[in-house]
């Protein structure tokens, strides 16, 4: 009777005969399970896109995003916590001293 029986069929690898990189790994198992590359986007669709149309979507997610901030946040906090981040703000402004010319 073997020792360990989940070790009889192992086969052993030294350094340099495997796969290293976590992403070879990877796609050595994508490439393992049937149908799993066939579904890839082309990577060509992306460069044929339009400079100017890709900076005017991201133009208005982030204007989207940046109109409502800060009015948000405020409706959030409850005036104690706003009077304490704003005592801290004033704190952290005012606690370097007066400015040197020179």
């Known amino acids: 009777m073997p ?6 069929n192992r086969k052993r690898l030294r350094p340099g005969q495997g796969p290293e990189d ?12 049937p149908g799993a590359l066939e579904d890839e986007p082309d990577p060509g669709d992306v460069d044929d896109a339009d400079p100017a149309k890709i900076k005017e979507a991201a133009a ?9 901030g800060g009015k948000a946040r405020a409706e959030k906090l409850s005036p104690e916590k706003r009077s304490a981040i704003a005592k801290k ?3 952290a402004r005012w606690s370097h001293g007066p400015v040197k010319k020179t």
Not at 22 to 33: M, Q, R, T
Not at 60 to 68: D, E, I, T, V
């Open 60 to 68: 208005s997610l982030g204007r989207r995003g940046g109109l409502k």
């Open 3 to 8: 020792d360990r029986s989940s070790k009889r």
């Open 22 to 33: 976590v992403n070879e790994i990877a796609a050595g198992i994508l490439a393992a399970i």
């Open 89 to 91: 703000a004033a704190v």
